[in-house]
């Protein structure tokens, strides 16, 4: 049977997020926030529902901390579902102020916030009071990310299901990139898919990437869309 080869790297996300805040089960005086409708292209509006298990979390920090500060922070964590979380670090940019934030993915319960708060506040990390937060923000999430090239510079990745990255031959900028997805969904039979740019550090080069969501994450569909950029970043 042959062994998957899977690269292990790190890099980053960057997606506008509507974004609520949490405002029970958490340490008095600190800010929690959750992305409550995520992969929107994907799913649609998604009501915020507190009985449900919670989508992205965003622990507000007062000092920034870097991906490697917080990833050692976790790992002294005792804390029974800490092996399973996904752990990384985001700055929300607002439309006049910009805050950073531990971001939590696989989170099993909306009661045990306080507990991982606690659980990090003893490792030293120092939690923001107050936070000005509108409805949505452009997100930037420094992340570690597991991946399996399944075709050229075609990528699954091991830490997040249904999720796929497509690598691009140079940097795209976030007109451009709305514009090709907006003319992909419109005229291709491609199953629906939410989208997000990228860049992850990979052979010790930056490359930038289309991060992909979606059920039907065939090679078929991710070249489809591969090619589509690549033409339309030949003809810019």
């Given at each position: 049977?042959?062994t998957?080869?899977?690269?292990?790297?790190?890099?980053?996300i960057?997606k506008?997020?509507?974004?609520?805040p949490?405002?029970?089960?958490?340490v008095?005086?600190?800010?929690?926030?959750?992305a409550?409708?995520?992969?929107?292209?994907y799913?649609?509006?998604?009501?915020?529902?507190?009985?449900?298990?919670?989508?992205?979390?965003?622990?507000f920090?007062n000092?920034y901390?870097?991906?490697?500060?917080?990833?050692?922070f976790a790992r002294l964590?005792?804390?029974?579902?800490?092996?399973?979380?996904?752990?990384?670090?985001?700055?929300?940019?607002?439309?006049?102020?910009?805050y950073?934030?531990?971001?939590?993915?696989?989170?099993p319960?909306?009661?045990?916030?306080?507990?991982?708060?606690e659980?990090?506040?003893?490792?030293g990390?120092?939690?923001?009071?107050?936070?000005?937060?509108?409805?949505r923000?452009?997100?930037?999430?420094n992340?570690?990310?597991?991946?399996?090239?399944?075709?050229?510079?075609?990528?699954?990745?091991?830490?997040?299901?249904k999720?796929?990255?497509i690598?691009?031959s140079k940097?795209?900028?976030?007109?451009?990139?709305?514009?090709?997805?907006s003319?992909?969904?419109?005229n291709?039979?491609?199953?629906?898919?939410?989208?997000a740019?990228?860049?992850?550090?990979?052979?010790?080069?930056?490359t930038?990437?289309?991060?992909?969501?979606?059920?039907?994450?065939?090679?078929?569909?991710l070249?489809r869309?591969?090619?589509?950029?690549?033409?339309?970043?030949?003809?810019?």
């Amino acid at each position: 049977m042959k062994t998957k080869q899977l690269i292990q790297v790190c890099g980053s996300i960057i997606k506008e997020e509507s974004i609520v805040p949490i405002t029970v089960n958490i340490v008095k005086n600190t800010f929690v926030a959750e992305a409550n409708n995520p992969y929107s292209d994907y799913f649609g509006v998604a009501p915020f529902n507190m009985q449900t298990k919670p989508n992205s979390l965003f622990l507000f920090t007062n000092p920034y901390y870097s991906l490697q500060e917080v990833l050692r922070f976790a790992r002294l964590i005792n804390l029974s579902c800490i092996q399973n979380l996904n752990i990384a670090v985001s700055v929300l940019n607002f439309t006049n102020d910009h805050y950073p934030a531990i971001r939590i993915k696989n989170f099993p319960d909306y009661a045990m916030i306080h507990k991982l708060q606690e659980c990090f506040a003893e490792q030293g990390v120092e939690f923001a009071r107050k936070v000005n937060i509108g409805k949505r923000a452009v997100i930037r999430t420094n992340k570690c990310f597991s991946l399996e090239e399944i075709d050229k510079d075609i990528f699954i990745d091991h830490l997040q299901e249904k999720t796929a990255y497509i690598a691009l031959s140079k940097l795209i900028h976030q007109d451009f990139f709305s514009q090709m997805i907006s003319n992909i969904r419109n005229n291709t039979a491609s199953p629906m898919f939410d989208a997000a740019r990228g860049a992850i550090i990979l052979e010790s080069e930056i490359t930038d990437i289309i991060r992909i969501y979606s059920d039907h994450l065939e090679v078929d569909m991710l070249k489809r869309i591969q090619d589509k950029f690549e033409k339309g970043i030949l003809q810019s």
